[in-house]
């Protein structure tokens, strides 16, 4: 799941990077910023409704489905440098705070698939090495592709579990959602790996599209299904409502995504809308954050809008209301762990001699 664009390539060592208003700003390791204070003014806080915050700041089992998931890489026979870096990944809130409300067997399947997802994306994907090669015609007739890797190998294992009991059109449908995103994780590689050499990003919009293609919610919202004792109706998922709820989704997480990344981004000079959006605008840091955090706040409200067209009516589906409130808690957990997460926090953005730490206020 491309949601931290990968690790450092290199040692760099961050300098003062100055923006195209004039204005400067810093990006310092979190050490070098412990004793600065805090900009947490209102002009940089998201502001998220109550609804989509669950009572559950994070799931028991998330702990225990840690360990098993480690467990399994090893099994799988992932190379020492690969634990290392799953080690890091901090699984445990990874999965924990965005699917609070999963059984015990539930959260260690989530777990799994999410570790594995984002293990392989920054270790071949990113890397232009290998594309997704599990479809459809695989898992529902049980044959394996030729010549796996240890990773297609732990996604046949997940991928079997997750057919059995499902439709053919689910499996189908999830099969699908993974080799799209796989071509666009492919696409924004290949962007990345142009602005590597030559200092141009893809423009802000573009890049808004592949950050939102390649967040990884489409397959979510797949694999939040699979929580359920039975399945949503196919005429559901079709229509425009949901499907622009499930664009929603994606953008929502791609934007904090990249507003919590930010200085870590810069730090590992890749490409961020932060960055793109100043230079294509000519903000200053803070200006171009803030844009970032309306767009976001104003996705929310469109959201609850068609969430209730959606779920208006007596006789609307419980399991609608279900989906409705569960994609609401997935979407922000992922922005409430990677507020926290390490492989985020290791660097701060520094403007004025104050870090700059964009917050969340429900309202």
Request: with cysteine.
């Amino acid at each position: 799941m491309n949601k931290t664009k990968g690790e450092p390539m290199s040692n760099i060592s961050p300098g003062r990077i100055r923006s195209p208003m004039g204005g400067s700003f810093t990006i310092v390791s979190a050490e070098a910023a412990a004793s600065l204070p805090r900009d947490d003014s209102a002009r940089l806080q998201f502001r998220v409704p109550e609804a989509w915050r669950s009572p559950v700041a994070r799931n028991p089992f998330a702990g225990e489905a840690q360990g098993r998931v480690l467990e399994w890489f090893a099994a799988l026979g992932c190379t020492s440098e690969e634990l290392e870096r799953a080690r890091a990944f901090d699984i445990a809130g990874y999965v924990g705070v965005p699917f609070p409300m999963l059984s015990q067997e539930k959260t260690v399947l989530f777990a799994r698939f999410l570790s594995l997802w984002l293990l392989w994306d920054d270790m071949h994907v990113e890397n232009l090495e290998h594309r997704w090669r599990i479809g459809a015609e695989h898992v529902l007739t049980g044959r394996r592709p030729p010549e796996m890797t240890r990773f297609d190998e732990g996604w046949w294992q997940l991928f079997e579990e997750l057919a059995a009991g499902r439709s053919a059109r689910w499996s189908r449908g999830i099969c699908q959602a993974m080799a799209t995103w796989s071509d666009a994780a492919v696409e924004e590689a290949t962007a990345m790996r142009h602005y590597g050499e030559t200092g141009v990003p893809p423009r802000f919009e573009r890049q808004l599209e592949l950050r939102s293609a390649t967040i990884g919610m489409y397959v979510t919202l797949y694999l939040l299904e699979s929580g359920y004792e039975t399945e949503l109706p196919y005429k559901f998922h079709q229509q425009p409502t949901v499907r622009r709820l499930n664009l929603l989704a994606n953008e929502l997480v791609g934007v904090g995504n990249d507003i919590f990344s930010f200085a870590k981004d810069q730090a590992q000079r890749q490409p961020n809308l932060v960055s793109t959006l100043m230079a294509e605008r000519g903000l200053s840091v803070e200006e171009a954050i803030q844009v970032l955090i309306r767009r976001h706040d104003e996705a929310i409200i469109e959201f609850d809008q068609l969430a209730r067209l959606l779920g208006s009516g007596a006789r609307t589906d419980l399991r609608i209301h279900r989906w409705l409130r569960d994609v609401r808690y997935a979407t922000l957990g992922f922005s409430l762990w990677e507020a926290q997460a390490p492989r985020y926090t290791s660097y701060k953005v520094v403007v004025r001699e104050r870090a700059i730490e964009p917050m969340f206020a429900f309202v």
